[in-house]
């Protein structure tokens, strides 16, 4: 008889069930985990909002395979099940979620994120919204002792933001500014903090999440609903920042990051608008100014130094909305999170029963 669990299987536009399914056969280097707490971010929301977007239902996908009602879930930490693959059972693990072929020319250049073959567990491929998960063993990070569960289950998310604060370049002495102090906000605020001895200053509208980046360590906090240009101009002497980092996707805010930025200063993108910026071109080509942008991590660089600096407890704290079970997964998590009504990260336990 084949063993079943209870996923969240995703099925179209605000159609996400609550099913039994099979329990995954690992394959030829997969490790077989018992998920003990899976995350939901901004991808989620807007596939059951006004997916399928990424998600395979229709088209099969070039890198997985994978076509049809899908398993999601590509934020989520667990228990090995079987030993194998440099595991041992019992031992608890988190996931980074994207798999890599490790042979292309990205692969080779260390970009594993931008791999030829690259997908996604949760997005492309049955993920971690289940009770249990395959999951490749090179995708996996030991869980060091002491980090509780509710926190290890930030490290991939969080490892986004590292990624994307490498990818930013600064330097030392730099002015750095992130615009958004939601959760990648919060991520990139801690990947700075963890790779540069920089002074940060964190644009958003006052509240919480303002007073959430003083706690992770931003040097300047800056009201969001005043002048922001002409503020960060005059905390730098008139000749703007030096990097500025766009991680609200919200109007007008990469127009903001050209426009307060030091001339040869650079940009990077990790918010992505729902609507098309208005580039000034002429001023951003005049200006010597370089725009680069960040997707998910890289895998072996990310993850593991994210899991450390959950180690210290303060950013799990900090970010941490909810735990909830996934019957709860649509009403108090991707409704929720869909509706701008979650500022931290709502994490989901499959073992958790209504």
Same mark, same amino acid.
């Given at each position: ?36 707490? !899976? @995350?939901?971010? $901004?991808?989620? %929301?807007? &596939?059951? /909002? +006004?997916?399928?977007?990424? *998600?395979?239902?229709? =088209? ?21 099940? !079987? @030993?194998?693959? $440099?595991?041992? %059972?019992? &031992?608890? /693990? +988190?996931?980074?979620?994207? *798999?890599?072929?490790? =042979? ?22 049955? @993920? ?227």
């Amino acid at each position: 008889m084949t063993a079943t669990m209870r996923a969240a299987v995703y099925h179209g536009r605000r159609d996400v069930r609550i099913e039994e399914v099979p329990v995954p056969e690992p394959r030829a280097g997969e490790v077989l985990l018992a998920v003990r707490r !899976s @995350g939901i971010c $901004g991808s989620d %929301a807007t &596939e059951w /909002v +006004a997916g399928p977007k990424v *998600v395979p239902l229709t =088209r099969r996908h070039p890198g997985s395979g994978h076509l049809g009602p899908m398993i999601i879930g590509h934020e989520f930490v667990g228990e090995v099940v !079987s @030993g194998g693959s $440099g595991f041992a %059972a019992g &031992e608890l /693990v +988190a996931a980074g979620a994207g *798999v890599s072929c490790g =042979r292309c020319d990205r692969c080779g250049e260390g970009r594993t994120n931008l791999c030829r073959r690259y997908y996604t567990l949760g997005l492309n491929a049955p @993920g971690g919204l289940a009770e249990y998960v395959a999951a490749p063993a090179g995708l996996l990070r030991r869980i060091p002792d002491g980090i509780s569960l509710d926190h290890a289950g930030l490290a991939q998310p969080l490892a986004v933001g590292l990624h994307a604060a490498r990818r930013a370049g600064v330097r030392p002495g730099d002015s750095v500014v992130v615009i958004g102090a939601g959760a990648i906000g919060s991520f990139v605020l801690a990947g700075l903090r963890h790779l540069y001895d920089a002074e940060v200053t964190v644009l958003d509208f006052p509240g919480d999440k303002l007073d959430r980046a003083t706690r992770l360590g931003a040097a300047r906090v800056v009201d969001a609903t005043g002048e922001v240009v002409e503020a960060v101009r005059e905390q730098t002497g008139g000749r703007g920042a030096d990097v500025v980092i766009e991680a609200s996707g919200a109007p007008g805010q990469f127009e903001n990051a050209v426009r307060m930025v030091t001339d040869g200063g650079r940009v990077l993108a990790v918010g992505l608008p729902k609507q098309a910026p208005a580039v000034d071109l002429f001023g951003l080509v005049l200006r010597e100014i370089t725009v680069e942008s960040t997707v998910a991590h890289v895998c072996g660089e990310d993850l593991g130094p994210a899991l450390e600096i959950l180690d210290g407890g303060v950013l799990g704290a900090a970010l941490l909305d909810s735990v909830i079970g996934l019957e709860d997964l649509t009403d108090r998590g991707l409704a929720r999170l869909a509706a701008g009504k979650v500022d931290g990260k709502v994490l989901i336990d499959p073992g958790r029963r209504a």
